[in-house]
């Protein structure tokens, strides 16, 4: 008697509880067929599969999610409220137009993914699911592919100028047992650019994969909050294409969150790009975390970097998988990679998998990982001259963490996450 294959089990038990979106137009329809059938033939991630081994997937794939209580933090200010900015609102994975600013700014479009995948004409055909797509070679992303099949909602923006006021989408989270599932697609024109801040905890758990093409010397910018509830799951992707003179910048702070993991897949396809992809991460108790990157260079004199630190205590897990491929004839390839964790106590771990691929002979590509404690003698200087001990510990993790938040390039967004860090460690002395 053959026994039952558990990934295809899983997978089958996750579809029967989905139906795919009705009244699609045809591209959107053949998107989603495309990436059904990718997601039956890998199947859902296993902790058997290489870039799952590090991290449980059961909660993420389940057919229902696990509950989450929603956290409340009324007693703060809203993240990114002294920015003048404009605000998209989704409440458990649905758009709330109440909430929302008017979708118009100069030098940019914004529509709903639910609109636009019911029009026959729209730029868009060329782009959904065509990035995921790509991003599964060489490993497979079924989570993407399970995103691009079912999701609904989500944003749709068109760049064609120099866009001063940041796009924020803010992700709340209502409901105890909300499943989220959200498809961004940014395009940038020539020349063209853009701020996107994404923050909150959006649901019990969340599924998201956004889509970048950035133009022939066009720039987008990125920085990402993921909210503060204790008991979220979310899996996120970031798929991003950059032409000639194209920049693309992207950060992400985590703090809390019973699993969390950010997939970022790059392709510099132009001459003369740039991409950074960093973030910084702090948790305890349940806490797991995963950063895992893929950064293909496939042009001449190209830029990359990549920047994660986690600080973790009370048994709290950290996880970084991060890969720089040069192709035949990406000479001049520049690819930095660091990840770094400071642990806080004997109970919490680390696991990072760097690597580098390299067909180019004319490179400078370098990777490196640690994972350490509080520098005693550090500690001891500074209460040494009269800094509380608490105070001291605090000062040292920010110093560990500022390599990853230098790579945000707006000072005034840098300062805001700073600050928050600060008080997630105050509120944390006792805890």
Sequence with gaps: MTRPDPVQTATTERLTALSLPADQAAWANAGRAGALARLRAA??????????????????????????????????????????RLRIVFVDGVFDPAASDDLSAEGLTIERLEDVART??????NLYGTLEQAGQTPVPRPLASLNTAFATDGVVIRVTGQVS????????????????TLHNLVRLEEGARLTLLENGPAAARFNQCTEVDIAKGAAFDHVRAQGRDHERRAVTHMFARLGANAAFRSFTLTVNGALTR????????????????AGAALGDGGFHHDDTVFVTHDAVNCESRQVFK???????????????????GAQKTDGYQISQSLLLDDDSRFLAKPELEIYADDVACSHGSTTGAID????????????????????????????????????????????????????????
């Design 120 to 125: 026959d004409i729209h730029w868009a055909r």
């Design 43 to 84: 199947g859902l991630p296993d902790r058997r599969d290489e870039y799952w081994k590090f991290t449980r997937p059961e909660t993420l794939v389940q057919p229902l999610p696990p509950t989450a209580a929603v956290f409340d933090d009324s007693d703060e200010s809203p993240l990114f409220g002294a920015v003048d």
């Design 376 to 431: 005693e003698d550090a500690l001891f200087y500074l209460c040494s001259r009269g800094v509380p001990r608490a105070d001291a510990q605090d000062l040292l993790i920010m110093a560990f963490l500022g390599e990853a938040i230098e790579e945000i390039a707006d000072e005034g967004l840098r300062d805001d996450l700073a600050e928050r860090l600060r008080a997630w460690l105050l509120r944390r002395r006792d805890g």
């Design 262 to 277: 950010n997939e970022t897949v790059l392709s510099l396809t132009g001459d003369d790009a740039l991409a950074h992809v």
């Design 165 to 180: 006021r940041p796009v924020n989408l803010i992700y709340l989270h209502g409901s105890e047992s909300s499943d989220a």
């Design 310 to 328: 986690k600080v973790l205590r009370h048994g709290a897990t950290g996880v970084f998988q991060g890969k720089i491929l040069v192709r035949p």
